[in-house]
C-alpha cells in the first residue's frame, strides 16, 4: 500500500520552547544494567549533518531496575547528577522502557485532522489495557494514496505513573526531559538509514532482554519484547537462541497476516547491542528470518566519518543505539 507518513507529536513534547533549539541534542537511555547519554549538535555542512560532542555510560548495580520497574530510585538519582555535574546537562529525550508501554495500529475514520487525536483517545480502551485518563499517548498518521484504503494511525501509549516516575528521576537531577519515548522506537530512528523504503525488522540485543520492531513505510509500527539478552553460559545459549527463533517467526508471520499483498514483506534486519557481535549470531538470524541480517551502524544517520571518527569502538557503539536515537529526536520532529 502506498502511504505518506505525517508525525504528530502532541503529548511527549514537554518542553517544547524555543530557548533549547539551537543547543546541543542529548539522549539519556536508562536500563536495567546503565544509564548511557550521548550529546550532538548540527554541524555547519548541513540539516542533517551532526557532530558528536561527547558521550558516556554509568554502570547500575543489580537490581536497581528490573524489567523497566525502579526499585531504587535514589540510586539513579545519583547516577543522573554525577551526569548533570560532570557534562552540565539541562535538557534531554529520554527512553521510557518497553515493557511500561503499548504500541499499536488503528484505522482512522473519516475525519478532520483536529478530531484524530480526540478520536484515537476514544478508542484507547478498545486497543490498550489502561485507563485513558490515566495514560499519555502520541501518535502518527500514515496516510494512504489509494482511495481504496483508510488512513492508519501508530499509536504509543505510556501510563501517567510511569512517565511521572520516570520524570521526577530526571528533574531531581536538575534535568528538564523535553520529550521521551519507547526505546525501540529509539532505536530504529538510529539503526533504519534516513530515507530507507524497505520493510525491516529491528532486534535490540540487551544484556537480559531483546527488543524487536517492525519498520514500514518509514515508521515503526509494531513492537515485542523477550527476556533473551546476553548470555554466559552454554545452556542458556540455546535456550535464549530458541526464544530469539520463536519470536522472530512469530513477528513474520503476524506481519505476513497483516499484509496479505506481500509488497511489503520484510526484506532487511537490522541487529544492535553489544551481545549482537556473538559468533555465529548473524547467520542464525538470517536462516530464521529468510532475508539479509545486518550490524547496525548506529552513526549512519548522525555521522560523516570523513568528518568525524567516534572515540569508541564498532561493538560498543552498538549498546548506544537508543541514546542516539534519542539525541537524533528533536532534529527529525522538528
Given at each position: ?18 530557548a533549547y ?128 484504503k483508510r ?173 542516539i536515537g ?9
Amino acid at each position: 500500500m502506498s502511504t505518506s507518513v505525517h508525525h504528530k507529536r502532541k503529548f511527549f513534547d514537554f518542553f517544547p520552547t524555543p530557548a533549547y533549539l539551537e543547543m546541543p541534542s542529548v539522549g539519556i537511555d536508562i536500563s536495567d544494567q546503565a544509564v548511557r547519554f550521548i550529546e550532538i549538535a548540527h554541524t555547519e555542512s548541513g540539516r542533517h549533518r551532526f557532530h558528536l560532542k561527547s558521550f558516556g555510560e554509568k554502570k547500575l548495580a543489580e537490581g536497581v531496575i528490573t524489567g523497566g520497574f525502579i526499585n531504587k530510585p535514589e540510586e539513579i538519582k545519583k547516577v543522573l547528577a554525577e551526569i548533570h555535574k560532570e557534562h552540565g546537562f539541562k535538557f534531554a529525550s529520554i527512553s521510557l522502557p518497553e515493557e511500561k508501554g503499548y504500541l499499536f495500529k488503528m484505522e482512522l475514520p473519516n475525519v478532520e485532522d483536529k478530531y484524530i487525536a480526540e478520536n484515537i483517545e476514544l478508542r484507547l480502551d478498545e486497543n490498550v489495557p489502561v485507563d485513558a485518563a490515566k495514560s499519555v499517548f502520541d501518535f502518527n498518521t500514515i496516510r494512504s494514496v489509494d482511495s481504496h484504503k483508510r488512513d492508519e494511525a501508530v499509536v504509543t501509549v505510556v501510563p501517567n505513573k510511569v512517565i511521572g516516575a520516570y520524570l521526577d528521576l530526571f528533574h531531581s537531577a536538575s534535568i528538564v526531559p523535553v520529550s521521551c519515548e519507547l526505546v525501540t522506537q529509539a532505536v530504529a530512528r538510529t539503526v533504519i538509514p534516513r530515507g530507507e523504503t524497505e520493510t525491516c525488522l529491528i532486534i535490540n540485543v540487551g544484556d537480559t532482554r531483546t527488543g524487536f520492531g517492525i519498520v514500514s513505510n518509514g515508521f515503526l509500527q509494531f513492537t515485542s519484547t523477550v527476556n533473551a539478552g546476553r548470555v554466559s553460559e552454554q545452556t542458556d545459549i540455546e535456550k535464549r537462541l530458541s526464544l530469539l527463533k520463536d519470536e522472530i517467526v512469530k513477528l513474520k508471520l503476524y506481519w505476513q497476516s497483516r499484509n496479505e499483498s506481500g509488497n511489503t514483506a520484510i526484506k532487511k534486519v537490522f541487529i544492535s547491542g553489544k551481545a549482537a557481535t556473538a559468533p555465529g549470531l548473524k547467520q542464525y538470524l538470517a536462516d530464521i528470518a529468510g532475508c539479509g541480517v545486518e550490524l547496525a551502524n548506529v552513526w549512519v544517520n548522525v555521522l560523516d566519518f570523513s568528518e568525524q571518527i567516534p572515540e569508541m569502538s564498532f561493538e560498543e557503539s552498538l549498546d548506544y543505539a537508543p541514546a542516539i536515537g534519542l539525541s537524533l529526536l528533536r532534529f527529525y520532529h522538528a
